[in-house]
């Protein structure tokens, strides 16, 4: 049973701070790996899009990376700003189709 | 372009009661997933429709059923409601589930 952990649970950081959150997973045989943003009581908003072929995608200030063999992604933000706090949450799908999601990571960033 | 499109916002139901939830996919997508989060917790797998049929199921009751649409749309039937159902139902779409998914903005349910 494939399982992820995200690595801090939540995260303050000064604005203008890079960060970095970080995802790993038991089973390395996943097909994609996408990383999402929540806001309170909201959906998820898709950031980035890993296929399993890929080592990396970019997005304007974000960058995520992932290492299968290792069972680990992890989220870069550079130059953070208060409109980034929000819950992070990695979610990858292996043989079938079903996205497995972390818990997430909470952050805040401060003025 | 219009994303995943979910009905109602916000509801609030009896134990014992039954719900229906709606899904409207992204254009050009033809596959819709369900997706329970409660509070403070990652979104866990409900189950996902392709063609019509339900194609993939999570570690959910028979009381979580559903259905999907000839124009790809959806719904999510809960029966017997319990107080440990509510939680923020969250409807996903992709195309054959290989290029990533697009969420709607969910559900509140409240059950009380």
């Known amino acids: 049973k494939q399982e992820v952990t995200q690595i801090p649970a939540a995260l303050s950081v000064p604005e203008g701070e890079n960060l970095v959150l970080n995802c790993s997973f038991t089973?390395?045989?996943?097909?994609?790996l996408q990383w999402f943003r929540q806001d309170p009581g909201k959906g998820l908003t898709s950031l980035l899009l890993?296929?399993?072929?890929?080592r990396e995608q970019t997005s304007g200030r974000l960058n995520a990376s992932l290492d299968k063999s290792s069972g680990r992604s992890t989220l870069y933000i550079a130059a953070s700003q208060p409109g980034d706090s929000a819950t992070y949450l990695c979610?990858?799908?292996?043989?079938?189709?079903?996205?497995?999601f972390g818990t997430g990571t909470q952050l805040k960033v401060e003025l | 372009d219009a994303g995943v499109t979910q009905s109602p916002t916000h509801l609030i139901k009896t134990r014992g009661q039954q719900v229906t939830l709606r899904c409207s996919p992204k254009?050009?997508?033809?596959?819709v997933s369900w997706y329970q989060q409660a509070l403070g917790q990652g979104p866990q797998f409900i189950f996902q429709?392709?063609?019509?049929?339900?194609?993939q199921r999570g570690n959910f009751p028979d009381r979580f059923s559903g259905h999907q649409f000839p124009n790809y749309s959806s719904e999510l039937n809960v029966n017997a409601l319990l107080l440990g159902d509510s939680a923020l139902y969250l409807c996903?779409?992709?195309?054959?589930?290989?290029?990533?998914?697009?969420f709607g903005s969910g559900t509140r349910l409240t059950v009380v």
């Open positions: 254009s050009g997508h033809d596959t």
């Open positions: 890993i296929q399993s072929s890929q």
């Open positions: 089973d390395s045989a996943i097909y994609n």
């Open positions: 429709y392709y063609e019509e049929e339900e194609r």
């Open positions: 979610a990858l799908t292996g043989g079938g189709n079903k996205l497995t």
């Open positions: 996903a779409s992709s195309f054959g589930g290989n290029y990533g998914y697009t």
